[in-house]
């Protein structure tokens, strides 16, 4: 799903956690986040880091494995948004 919406293949994420942003309102890291959806756990989902403006603001454009990952965030928005319009 990422890759279709964004080109990009999160599995070259490691799980390194070098993309962590400072945020009030995050409840995970977001390597973390990155690594869950690598998983496929649905969980990442309903993260609070997920949604941060925060986050998203803070996020890096290229991470260490050369992610971007505004757009990964984006597309996960999208498809929570569209998972939950489905049930
Ligand atoms: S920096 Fe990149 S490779 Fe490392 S955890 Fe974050 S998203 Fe994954």
Redesign the pocket.
């Known amino acids: 799903m990422i890759s279709a919406r964004t080109g990009q293949n ?1 599995a ?9 942003v400072e945020a009030e309102d995050k409840d995970i ?4 986040l ?2 869950m959806a ?1 998983l496929d756990d649905e969980a990442c989902l309903e993260s609070r880091t997920l949604w941060s403006e925060e986050v998203l603001q803070k996020a ?1 454009r290229a ?5 971007n ?1 505004k757009q ?1 965030i984006i597309a996960l928005r999208e498809e929570a948004r569209q998972r939950s319009a489905w049930s």
Do not use: M, N, S
């Open positions: 999160i070259r994420c490691i799980g390194c956690q070098y993309c962590d890291p977001l390597g973390a990155i690594y690598v890096p991470c260490a494995e050369g992610l990952l990964i």
